[in-house]
């Protein structure tokens, strides 16, 4: 299974409202990722996980809130966000991660999560 | 910070032809460049690695190049078929900064 799964697939929400972003892999990777990517840009780096470690932190405003429960998920918890906050969510996911070499480390990424926050 | 430019932002080519894609990075070289291609509405797949102490890797129809003195990576697909119409991405690394250039979207005519 080389699947990395994110859900919901769409979500809008209101400024005010407290929503998550679940991603979910079975290849036993131990490093997961978090990216934002807008309309015709590359993905921007958020988090890194590595054996469930917040690894790196982009500089990401609080109003993003990762967590990783275990090894195989991955949540965003996402609060009080601004209209420009609106891109898709990328989730990726590799062997080693951190741990090993960055460089060499294959990421998978999951198909994303398109955020529209009105 | 590191700045990767990718040639045109999109680049549109005959069928069978070789599509020859840029990626163009100032400050420091990279201990690797990664190739990933991305298809709308879904997320980027690798492709190929190179390390900065190699010129060329090659997979099946594709082709790396690494050349740290101009600072800059070729990919090229040779024999291109519209099936390989998508966004590609070139994306740096160093330690532990990973950042993925502009992008260069790619449009194969039958």
């Known amino acids: 299974d080389t699947e990395v799964t994110q859900t919901p697939k769409h979500l809008v929400m209101g400024m005010t409202n407290k929503k998550s972003l679940k991603c979910e892999q079975h290849?036993?990777?131990?490093?997961m990722y978090w990216y934002k990517q807008k309309a015709k840009k590359p993905p921007e780096l958020m988090f890194v996980y590595s054996y469930e470690k917040l690894s790196i932190n982009e500089s990401v405003p609080s109003r993003f809130s990762p967590e990783c429960p275990n090894s195989s998920l991955l949540n965003l918890h996402l609060h009080a966000l601004q209209p420009e906050d609106s891109a898709l969510y990328l989730c990726a996911s590799s062997q080693e991660g951190l741990a090993g070499d960055l460089g060499t480390d294959t990421q998978y990424f999951g198909p994303g999560t398109r955020l529209t926050v009105l | 910070s590191q700045k990767i430019e990718q040639n045109s932002e999109a680049l549109n080519i005959q069928e069978g032809k070789t599509a020859t894609l840029t990626c163009n990075y100032t400050n420091y070289s990279p201990a690797y460049l990664q190739w990933y291609r991305q298809d709308p509405g879904r997320g980027p797949v690798f492709l190929l690695l190179i390390r900065e102490n190699e010129k060329e890797k090659r997979k099946e129809r594709l082709k790396v190049t690494f050349d740290t003195t101009l600072k800059q990576s070729l990919f090229h697909i040779t024999a291109s078929q519209p099936a390989d119409s998508a966004t590609y991405l070139c994306?740096?690394?160093?330690?532990?900064?990973?950042?993925f250039g502009t992008g260069t979207s790619l449009t194969v005519i039958p």
């Open positions: 994306a740096l690394v160093r330690g532990n900064q990973f950042y």
């Open positions: 290849m036993g990777h131990r490093a």
